[in-house]
């Protein structure tokens, strides 16, 4: 046995679909670890050929050829180092979540993964068969096992890969970043290590997919569950740790541990790197939004800004007549700060000629929401106009209290492709705005201190159609993360009617968020893939 292994972990940003750039990607970074490092083995992430999560083009049969053709390429490419790898593997007319390791043209090791998630984001038994067996290949004389994302996650698959004789587990992901993640993956996977006695490599992906990001965070565990080496969350990387074989076992090297982040840091950077992988990854030459003078909107201003510069940045401002000249003003400061474009539209031409066409339908009525949805659509109708003439997306500015609430107009702020702050409350919100400032002030203190209001009539505020939001987002975070009742969420001290009141209001208003953009997944459930209520539902609180 030598006495060393270096593993190259490739913690990389890849493309759902891209077959071929996924594959040039694999080739491209097992040379440089075998060149660069002078590694023994690089590591890629879950179904790296094919991007994670690839849902339904898996049933693709043209997927199923350029899947064939990738695997095919990497065996006969890679030469003088051991590549493993995620793929979809075809059998018949089954699909397994798998893993391979070549060297030299040579198979050393395949894998099909065992545990199939089935809950939250994850629905793996729509796709994939269950792999029962274990793999265990040798490397310079050490005997490696693998597993997959969630075979770590519960006990089983770790024990019989060490049951086969390994000494080591490698273990390859698709996990998505959710506040506290990183956290609960190292706690999980030292308990795998204290089951089995051996130590772990565990490889994340990195970047945004759709509604889901994944952050990377790529680490290494000795046997005693320590953690000797933690790849920097959200960002890609060849990351070099090196095995040493010893009497007592194998043991990883102590590295770099880059530190965990604290929580509106890393939320923060969940939403830049969704945002500029959205952007990007759909190859739009950037982006418009709406820029109120509230917090919501100078919140993604900001994001959008670091995520692809302020050159790809247009922000729009489109006053009426209860537009403050504090929101005005401030908006205006924001967007010279940050250096983007800003416009300034007016919005009364369009509602007075909106209101003259519907004249004869509204005769006898009694102003009400409906001329507020107005106002909203009516600025709608100018950023899509704005996004289809110069290809820019438009960014939604909506939050989580106001999407689970319907604090909202269907087909007028809520208007737009990506919705960068979609699953953050609106306290969060505030959290997220005071953080970034004190990385340089970039979001006026005045449109933080302000009481937010959408301004759609005289003197408007938030608090007099909803609950104050220190009330209403723990109300909502018991109802939609927790799945809580009305007496369990009123036995944590908030008024019964309120209750009820705000979860009759997230149930009336799911066809609104069915018609809603994706947006950044940062909690433990989203509105989304892993939210499934009916829109239609006589199901009645106070149950």
């Known amino acids: 046995m030598n006495d060393k292994i270096i593993v190259a ?7 759902v679909g891209d077959v071929a750039g996924n594959t040039a990607r694999i080739l491209e970074y097992a040379e440089r670890a075998r060149d660069e490092m002078q590694a023994d083995l690089v590591v890629f992430p879950e179904l790296a050929v094919c991007g994670y999560p690839p849902e339904d083009l898996l049933f ?7 899947v064939a053709k990738a695997i095919e390429t990497i065996r ?42 089935n809950y939250r984001v994850f629905d793996e038994q729509r796709y994939f068969k269950a792999g029962r067996n274990a793999a265990v290949f040798r490397l310079k004389g050490v005997r490696v096992g693998l597993n997959i994302c969630e075979d770590v996650w519960k006990k089983g698959p770790a024990a019989a890969s060490r049951s086969a004789g390994a000494e080591v587990i490698v273990a390859i992901n698709g996990s998505p970043y959710e506040l506290g993640s990183q956290e609960y993956r190292e706690e999980v996977v030292r308990s795998r290590v204290r089951e089995t006695g051996i130590p772990a490599v565990y490889l994340n992906l990195v970047g945004g997919q759709d509604e889901l990001v994944f952050d990377g965070g790529s680490f290494t565990m000795n046997a005693d569950g320590e953690v000797q080496f933690r790849a920097p969350p959200f960002s890609e990387g060849l990351y070099r740790v090196v095995l040493e074989a010893k009497a007592s076992g194998i043991v990883p090297l102590p590295g770099e541990i880059c530190p965990i982040l604290p929580t509106e840091k890393s939320v923060y950077e969940a939403l830049v790197c969704g945002t500029r992988d959205y952007v990007d990854k759909h190859t739009f030459p950037g982006v418009v939004l709406g820029l109120s003078g509230g917090i919501d909107s100078a919140l993604i201003l900001t994001v959008a800004c670091d995520a692809l510069g302020a050159e790809r940045v247009r922000a729009v401002m489109m006053p009426f007549r209860y537009t403050s000249t504090m929101s005005q003003e401030d908006a205006a400061k924001q967007a010279k700060s940050l250096g983007v474009r800003y416009d300034v539209i007016p919005i009364e031409p369009i509602y007075e000629a909106v209101l003259r066409q519907l004249k004869p339908i509204f005769e006898g009525r009694p102003v ?23 290809g820019r997306m438009l960014l939604t500015t909506g939050n989580k209290s106001e999407m689970a609430v319907g604090y ?51 003197n408007q505020k938030d608090s007099d159609s909803l609950p104050d939001y220190g009330v209403l987002d723990p109300i909502l975070e018991a109802f939609i993360e927790e799945d809580l009742s009305v007496d369990e969420i009123t036995a944590r001290g908030f008024d019964r ?40 539902s006589r199901y009645t609180f106070p149950e």
């Open 408 to 458: 909202a107009t269907l087909y007028g702020d809520m208007a737009g492709g990506f919705a960068p702050i979609k699953d953050c409350s609106k306290s969060l919100v505030y959290r997220l705005a005071r953080y970034r400032n004190t990385l340089g002030e970039v979001i006026p203190e005045r449109v933080i201190s302000r009481p937010p209001s959408a301004e759609l009539r005289p």
């Open 60 to 66: 693709h049969t043209g997927l199923r050829r350029r």
């Open 76 to 117: 006969e490419s890679v030469r003088d180092i051991a590549v493993l790898f995620g793929y979809p593997e075809y059998v018949d007319d089954d699909i397994y979540n798998a893993c391979a390791v070549f060297h030299n043209g040579k198979v050393l090791a395949t894998y099909r993964k065992h545990l199939l998630p």
């Open 368 to 390: 009400d929401v409906t001329e507020e949805n107005i106002q909203a659509r009516s600025r709608g109708l100018l950023l899509m106009a704005i996004s289809n003439k110069t």
């Open 9 to 15: 972990l490739a913690q990389l940003d890849l493309v």
């Open 497 to 536: 009617d309120v209750v009820i009141r705000v979860l009759q209001l997230v149930k009336t208003n799911e066809y609104k968020r069915r018609q809603a953009p994706p947006g950044i997944r940062i909690s433990g459930r989203a509105f989304g893939r892993d939210w499934r209520y009916p829109i239609t």
